[in-house]
């Protein structure tokens, strides 16, 4: 099983249409979710951290289920410029070290 | 706002030529992060790195690797002996504490081509 699991999509959506991601995690000692998006061939740039109690900023919204080992990412009123790849990330724990285990991402197109 | 910034954006190198990638952390980070993504796939992690050694590193990170703290801003991966295979976008990233719960930021990355 994947440790970071998504849906690689396209998701093909006409402009103000709201979309959700979801993502899976096989290891129940992840600490740590975030949501990452990657333009094409560049850096992955955070677009927020994900909480248990769930978190919103703007148009995103996130939601971590730890008993289901289930994220995910809601966006509303989708804009052109949310075109990307969104990249579901969980930290891994080993002993005290901290590293970001990435999903293959889900792609996002908005069309006008 | 402060930015991880990464040197140089492309290097064309040939198989079993030693490459070394420069980074420069945001200032006041204290823990260090090499990634790569090869075209098409996921993004891996290769190396973390605190207190001028390593914390942890992957499978991928075979003694063809080495990383370097050599002043107080740079931080380098050196590829000894490159195969065809590393071709890919080297990313580094630094994050303030070394805790799950702290965001690591990323750099624009490096195209490495190894022909």
Same mark, same amino acid.
């Not at chain 1, 998504?6 to 959506?13: E, I, L, R, S």
């Not at chain 2, 991966?77 to 295979?85: A, G, H």
């Not at chain 2, 303030?96 to 965001?103: K, N, T």
């Given at each position: ?27 129940? !000692?992840?600490? %740590? ?15 927020? %951290? ?11 919204? !996130?939601?971590?289920?730890? !008993?289901?080992?289930?994220? %995910? ?7 052109? %410029?949310?075109? !990307? ?28 | ?29 204290? $823990?260090? $992060?090499? $990634? ?50 590393? &071709? ?10 070394? &805790?799950? &719960? $702290? ?13």
């Amino acid at each position: 099983r994947k440790e970071v699991e998504q849906d690689p999509g396209p998701f093909n959506v006409p402009e103000g249409a709201t979309v959700a991601f979801n993502c899976t995690y096989s290891n129940s !000692a992840s600490q %740590s979710f975030f949501w990452y998006r990657q333009d094409c061939r560049k850096e992955p740039k955070l677009l927020m %951290s994900v909480y248990s109690s769930g978190n919103e900023d703007g148009r995103f919204t !996130a939601q971590l289920n730890r !008993a289901s080992q289930y994220i %995910s990412l809601l966006i509303r009123d989708s804009k052109l %410029s949310d075109s !990307a790849t969104y990249l579901c990330v969980v930290n891994i724990p080993k002993d005290s070290s901290y590293k970001l285990i990435f999903g293959s991402g889900t792609r996002l197109l908005v069309r006008p | 706002e402060p930015e991880v910034t990464q040197t140089p954006s492309h290097q064309v190198t040939q198989m079993g030529q030693e490459v070394i990638l420069r980074c420069v952390p945001i200032s006041n980070h204290l $823990y260090f $992060y090499w $990634y790569r993504q090869i075209l098409g796939q996921k993004v891996e992690f290769l190396v973390s790195f605190y207190n001028n050694e390593i914390s942890e590193k992957s499978e991928i990170f075979d003694d063809q690797f080495s990383v370097e703290r050599p002043d107080g801003s740079n931080f380098t991966l050196k590829i000894r002996s490159t195969k065809l295979e590393d &071709s890919a976008m080297y990313f580094c990233a630094s994050s303030e504490v070394y &805790s799950g &719960s $702290y965001e690591q930021y990323f750099g624009p990355g490096t195209r490495l081509t190894v022909t």
